[in-house]
């Protein structure tokens, strides 16, 4: 549990099981949307991750290895979202798994009526309350050309964890004091019923249409298009950006208009 970790065995693990410099660069430069970052926050980035992975394992499952660039890749974009946050919103879990390709969760559910369900679709990720979060490598990578698939699978999936913190994901994470629940819940609500009317309309969206699927999900997408792609979402949805900056404390949207 990231909790129990003092100070001081913070600091002796930093030492310990510090990243290799070409290592860190090498995850770095696969992940384009880090270029908004200073190089005080990318060191405190890579503490985090360093942390993360201590806490945290990373395992393959269906015979995929995981290799230690994928590690890094994967913890990274994980940490992305607790850069400003307590670590204790990843408490509660301990595994990433990733599997080889796309996976059929083996969870059943029970309806009203008492029927069992079976859920059968594939899934490229999942999140699960007390349960470890769940990764296809192949939609992990393709996360990393947001240009091209709009989609960042490990964000989605964290953010889902954080959201999860305060009980099942209904896409209001357990809010600091400084702000408002009541404020966020009309900020994201209102954003989330006119985006669901467009996509209701068969509007081509340019934030992935599957965030119209529940308030959770919303939350999940829209903090993925937050961190990779911040103009758009303070474009779409500038209440919400604000909250999202209040939140995660960071404001990238500025940054990236200073980018080249
Ligand atoms: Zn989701």
């Known amino acids: 549990m990231f909790g129990a ?67 890094v890749i994967i913890a990274i974009q994980a940490c992305v979202l607790v850069l400003y946050l307590e670590f204790a919103y990843y408490d509660g879990f301990e595994n990433v798994i990733v599997y080889p390709g796309e996976f059929v969760p083996d969870w059943e559910w029970e309806d009203e009526a008492g029927v069992v369900h079976r859920n059968d679709a594939p899934l490229a990720g999942e999140a699960m309350p007390g349960g470890p979060v769940v990764l296809s490598w192949p939609d992990v990578e ?27 994901a209904n896409g209001c994470p357990p809010l600091p004091a400084n702000i408002s629940v009541q404020a966020w819940n009309r900020d994201l609500m209102s954003a989330y019923n006119e985006f669901c009317a467009r996509v209701d309309r068969d509007e081509d969206t340019e934030i992935d249409p599957y965030a119209a699927e529940s308030p959770a999900e919303f939350f999940a997408v829209l903090s993925e298009v937050f961190f990779v792609d911040p103009l758009l979402l303070a474009g779409e949805y500038p209440d919400v950006y604000a909250e999202f900056a209040a939140f995660y404390g960071q404001d990238p949207a500025p940054r990236c208009r200073l980018l080249p």
């Open 142 to 168: 393709a996360g990393a050309d947001w240009d091209a698939t709009g989609m960042n699978l490990v964000i989605h999936e964290f953010a889902h964890k954080i959201d999860m913190r305060s009980g099942d």
């Open 5 to 71: 970790l003092t100070r001081w065995r913070q600091r002796r693990l930093l030492r310990r099981a510090a990243i290799p410099d070409a290592l860190w660069r090498e995850a770095v430069d696969l992940l384009p949307f880090l270029a908004v970052y200073t190089e005080d926050e990318l060191a405190r980035l890579r503490e985090k991750v360093v942390l993360f992975l201590d806490a945290k394992g990373i395992v393959g499952a269906r015979g995929h290895e995981v290799t230690p660039l994928q590690r």
